[in-house]
């Protein structure tokens, strides 16, 4: 079974600066691939950044963008020149790559915090 | 967001009383899933979708059930709620985005109480 580890439950970082959650997964899966998601106090879950674990290049979408260790089993999301808005919760998620039908395993977030 | 709805949004009801949730999709998504999101758990599947009438449990199924009968909504029922099934409740699709990506998107969620 895939496993999902997220070893920082809460983060406070300055305004503009960078920030990296952290995001580790175990997994015997020839092919997978990881996700980001954002949950803001509202509550819905924001789709932020994806990568396919065959992609040789580290995904970006904007400010964020995934740095993605393979031989580590690391896939940390960075936020670079952070926002107020960025504050919320972050969740790091699996999936076996069967493109299309992806169960999703989810690690238990990051209570990111902007501080102005 | 995918053209995701779910109903109702927030409920409260009773221990012991049956209890159905809606997920409905306006694109034609074939694979659809019911995950449920507690404190210190993240988010758990509870079944899954793989088209009409197909179905299968996932991490957590017992004392949930699921239905599709049409392509755009997949129902989640929960047979005789108990206060352990207090949580909330997220329909998601998948499909596929741009060359080898997968899509994963999320309804606005459902606040179930159980009293």
């Known amino acids: 079974a895939q496993k999902i580890t997220q070893t920082q439950p809460g983060m406070f970082v300055q305004e503009k600066e960078a920030v990296t959650l952290d995001c580790t997964y175990d997994?015997?899966?020839?092919?997978?691939?990881l996700f980001w998601y954002k949950q803001p106090s509202s509550g819905e879950m924001i789709f932020l950044i994806y990568?396919?674990?065959?992609?040789?290049q580290n995904a970006t979408e904007g400010r964020y963008s995934l740095n993605f260790q393979k031989a580590r089993k690391s896939a940390n999301l960075v936020i670079s020149a952070s926002q107020l808005g960025d504050s919320a919760m972050y969740f790091c998620?699996?999936?076996?790559?069967?493109?299309?039908?992806?169960?999703?395993?989810f690690g238990t977030g990051t209570r990111l915090t902007i501080i102005p | 967001d995918a053209g995701i709805t779910q109903s109702p949004r927030h409920k409260v009801t009773e221990t012991g009383t049956p209890v159905t949730l809606r997920c409905h999709q306006t694109?034609?998504?074939?694979?659809m899933y019911w995950y449920r999101q507690d404190p210190g758990h993240g988010l758990r599947l509870i079944h899954y979708?793989?088209?009409?009438?197909?179905?299968d449990k996932g991490e957590v199924s017992d004392g949930y059930s699921v239905s599709r009968s049409k392509t755009e909504d997949f129902l989640l029922t929960l047979e005789s709620a108990t206060s352990s099934q207090t949580s909330v409740y997220f329909c998601?699709?998948?499909?596929?985005?741009?060359?080898?990506?997968?899509?994963?998107?999320f309804g606005q969620g459902t606040r179930l109480t159980v009293v």
């Open positions: 990568q396919g674990s065959y992609d040789q």
């Open positions: 998601a699709i998948t499909r596929r985005g741009e060359g080898q990506n997968t899509e994963a998107f």
């Open positions: 694109e034609n998504h074939r694979y």
């Open positions: 997994t015997s899966d020839p092919s997978y691939g």
């Open positions: 998620a699996h999936s076996r790559a069967n493109f299309g039908n992806e169960k999703l395993t």
């Open positions: 979708s793989y088209g009409v009438k197909d179905t």
